[in-house]
Antibody
Framework: EVHLVESGGGLVQPGGSLRLSCAAS????????MDWVRQAAGKGLEWVGR??????????EYAASVKDRFSISRDDSKSSLYLHMNSLKTDDTAVYYC???????????WGQGTLVTVSS | DIQMTQSPSTLSASVGDRVTITCRAS??????LAWYQQKPGKAPKLLIY???SLQSGVPARFSGSGSETEFTLTISSLQSDDFATYYC?????????FGGGTKVEIK
């Protein structure tokens, strides 16, 4: 069974940094692209970014709203995904989900999410 | 960026009703569209991929159709477990984008 568990969320001041982690199990993590998606309270889903697999050079893609502030990395030896967040803004306050990308490129497996609150 | 517009934003229905949600894209997606269900406090769940393919384990009362710029999600006979918010998502080009969501409420 696929299992994705996010961690690392919490309260951070505007301008601060935070690193989220996503621990994966139950599937061949290294073969799969992985995404981050976020959701502000009472709002819809917003795609944050993607990291491809080694065969595709670990290429990353980002939403314009986070590009140059956030970066995604992965450690296939640990089946772990990371979201490095810098220069955080109050608008970044949201639940952050990691998601596994299927061969069809839809998002079939999701973690439970971790809450990031950016506030002074 | 490709804009995804869902309608309606809220839908009131009764158990047993046939429910249809529409998603329109600002550019052609071919069939690179997915539908997700989300319940309060939970992660989204994939229902339909490639516009009309049913994800494993999803009840057959859910179906998807459409191509290019217009898509629909249909629930043939609404069950109590189906009251939730539904999102479409395009994955034909970056950035991936979601529709604004359709909340299905009890009438």
């Amino acid at each position: 069974e696929v299992h994705l568990v996010e961690s690392g969320g919490g309260l951070v001041q505007p301008g601060g940094s935070l690193r989220l982690s996503c621990a994966a199990s139950g599937f061949s993590f290294s073969d799969h692209y992985m995404d981050w998606v976020r959701q502000a309270a009472g709002k819809g889903l917003e795609w944050v970014g993607r990291i491809k697999n080694k065969a595709n050079s670990y290429t990353t893609e980002y939403a314009a709203s986070v590009k140059d502030r956030f970066s995604i990395s992965r450690d296939d030896s640990k089946s772990s995904l990371y979201l490095h967040m810098n220069s955080l803004k109050t608008d970044d306050t949201a639940v952050y989900y990691c998601a596994g990308v299927t061969k069809d490129f839809s998002l079939a497996d999701w973690g439970q999410g971790t809450l990031v609150t950016v506030s002074s | 960026d490709i804009q995804m517009t869902q309608s309606p934003s809220t839908l009131s229905a009764s158990v047993g009703d046939r429910v249809t949600i529409t998603c329109r894209a600002s550019q052609s997606l071919s069939t690179w569209l997915a539908w997700y269900q989300q319940k309060p406090g939970k992660a989204p769940k994939l229902l339909i991929y490639k516009a009309s393919s049913l994800q494993s384990g999803v009840p057959a009362r859910f179906s998807g159709s459409g191509s290019e710029t217009e898509f629909t999600l249909t629930i043939s006979s609404l069950q109590s477990d189906d009251f939730a918010t539904y999102y479409c998502q395009q994955y034909t080009s970056y950035p991936l984008t979601f529709g604004g969501g359709t909340k299905v409420e009890i009438k």
